[in-house]
């Protein structure tokens, strides 16, 4: 399937959280792919996209982080007006719910790719493809 | 089975009576014969005669463990040394140790709850019980050891330590059971496994645990470990010694305390009030039979609560909920008592939770708050690493504490070993509040 691996980093809200996870990050040589950062009133839940998330899974644990792993979706949407409009509407219809989502724009920038989390992953893969959308393999995200 | 028929199935009019009755000479006893308690009868301004029922022991002031250590070693006896036949004493880690005294009676009497203590964990003459307890100044030994020749089962007198020899001898001699503290046992077990020996397979079928406080996540997980059924007693040295309270085989649902020989009261530690039945505070007891060394409403810091109604194994005797804490730890929020122990009571109950936690107490304006700071666990995090998840188990944890407890907290969840880690003894309150 062309599922994404998406890891998660719980943090406390404070100074110096965010910037010992690069710090861990970029001694191990992993690369960020694309992130998000969710915050709440009490701590916050990192969301990444690297280019090897079993070593970045291993080297974020070693260093005493909470990590979970998510199935997400890359959808590859036309950077033009509309664009996402269009893949919205597609699983509206049939009733996905997007948990949510963040974009990036990929180095040609004729597209953005946008990274979805939905309540029903398979499902919502198979009418994208069915709809003619293109649904980027996790090889693919890892390597852009 | 029941050991002591007729006095472990009094009914309870029948029951209370035979304690007004012993608690008034136990109270002329001790006025006329310890000088510190003449004292302070005298300074509460009570006499012995006052005593007419089970509700006038409330107007009787409580001994502390203070009051034992200012009469060290043998100013609280109540006999002459010639009718002592002998003494034990605690280990005094936290100030000078405490000297109780025992006569041929209170051994007697002793030896016989702690035989009361085995048929209610479902033993007989025809055990052999591996007896792990320190024998020594420590009452655990030797109580349980005289209380398991008194019922006539076969005693191994293994005292603590040389873990080694301990499991040989549980597997070649053939224990049926084992009397140790919890944590012992679990080691014990756990050592067993790591020399690969089967502990599942042992004869061992009961244990009989104490001296020291323990979770029902710990009884689950020496259950489990060494397929045996695994009971709560509980004594204190000053009190008399392992043996004043014990869970019955037939509920596992609190331990019944030997009102013939002692009175239990809950109270309020910070007020002294008695609080009505089944409300948890503080543990006070009352020897009403014990000759050489009586204690008149002996505080013991215990945290617990009492419940009367009748149990499935037919005794009529009070039961008190495993000791889950010290009410040295209570603290008091918007006028609520909180123990520790049961907030952690209340998030072992929640999957997902590590049992790492920190009470925060403040005061903003007028208000106290409490800020219970919980370590967020690699399981509940590792399935799906979402936001709502942590959302939800944070919501959780506050309705589920306000449900238990009344109180509302402030629940903040923190990163994995963030919390400090204690051996012996952890301290889990931080109060900020300056009144």
Redesign the interface.
């Known amino acids: 399937m062309n599922k994404v691996e ?3 980093i ?3 809200n404070k100074p110096g959280g965010l910037e010992f996870v690069t710090r861990v990050l970029k001694d191990a040589g992993i690369n960020i792919r694309a992130l998000s950062l ?1 915050d ?1 009133s ?2 916050g ?1 990192l ?1 990444l996209i690297v280019n090897d998330a079993e070593k970045a899974k291993q080297v974020l644990k070693d260093n ?7 199935s997400v979706v890359a959808v590859l949407v036309p950077d033009r007006p509309g664009g996402l409009h269009s893949i919205l509407e597609a699983l509206s219809k049939e009733n996905i719910n997007v ?1 949510y989502m963040y974009a990036f724009v990929e180095r040609s920038g004729e597209h953005a790719i946008i990274i979805f989390r939905f309540n029903a992953t398979d499902r919502a893969i198979e009418i994208l493809t069915k709809s003619g959308f293109t649904v980027l393999p996790g090889e693919k995200v890892y390597s852009l | 089975m029941i050991y002591n028929e007729e006095f472990e199935t009094l009914p309870r009019e029948a029951l209370e009576a035979l304690q007004v009755k012993r608690l008034q000479q136990a109270v002329q006893r001790v006025y006329h014969t310890v000088g510190f308690y003449k004292r302070s009868f005298d300074n509460a301004g009570v006499k012995p005669d006052d005593i007419r029922s089970l509700d006038d022991l409330r107007r009787l002031p409580f001994t502390t463990k203070q009051d034992l250590r200012d009469n060290y070693p043998y100013g609280l006896f109540a006999v002459p040394m010639s009718s002592v036949v002998r003494v034990h004493a605690s280990s005094g880690t936290t100030g000078r140790s405490t000297v109780v005294g025992y006569t041929r009676r209170d051994i007697d009497t002793w030896s016989e709850l702690m035989a009361r203590c085995f048929v209610m964990a479902g033993l007989t003459k025809n055990d052999i019980i591996h007896n792990a307890y320190g024998y020594g100044l420590f009452t655990g030994g030797l109580g349980a050891h005289y209380g398991a020749e008194r019922l006539g089962a076969s005693v191994i007198p293994i005292s603590g330590g040389n873990t080694k020899r301990q499991i040989m001898i549980l597997q070649d001699f053939g224990p049926t059971a084992i009397c140790a503290t919890p944590s012992y046992t679990l080691y014990l077990a756990e050592q067993g496994e790591e020399m690969g020996v089967d502990m599942r397979s042992l004869k061992l079928r009961v244990g009989v645990l104490g001296a020291e406080p323990w979770s029902e996540k710990m009884r689950g997980q020496i259950e489990d470990k060494l397929d045996i059924t695994a009971l709560d007693i509980y004594g204190l040295s000053e009190v008399m010694g392992p043996g004043v309270a014990m869970e019955c085989l037939e509920a596992k649902q609190g331990l019944h305390i030997f009102e013939d020989h002692f009175i239990a009261e809950i109270i309020d530690p910070e007020t002294g009030e008695v609080l009505p039945e089944g409300e948890t505070g503080e543990l006070v007891f009352t020897t009403v039979t014990k000759e050489a060394f009586p204690l008149i409403r002996y505080r013991t810091r215990d945290v617990s609560r009492l419940v009367k109604a009748p149990c499935r194994c037919g005794r009529t005797l009070v039961r008190m909920d495993r000791v889950t804490g010290r009410s040295d730890d209570m603290i008091i929020v918007r006028g609520v008592n909180v123990y520790p122990s049961q907030i952690e009571g209340v998030l072992l109950n929640i999957p997902g939770i590590e049992p790492h936690y920190m009470l925060i107490v403040d005061r903003e304006g007028n208000l106290d708050t409490l800020e219970v700071q919980v370590e967020v666990g690699e399981k509940v995090f590792a399935e799906t690493g979402e936001v709502k998840v942590l959302q939800e188990l944070s919501r959780r944890i506050t309705k589920d504490i306000k449900d238990y407890l009344g109180v509302s907290t402030k629940v903040k969840l923190v990163e994995p070993k963030t919390i400090q880690r204690f051996e012996g003894k952890a301290k889990r309150v931080i109060d900020k509040r300056t009144i």
């Open positions: 998406q890891i998660s719980f943090l406390e969710a709440t009490d701590f839940v969301r005493g982080f909470t990590v979970g792993r998510t948990e």
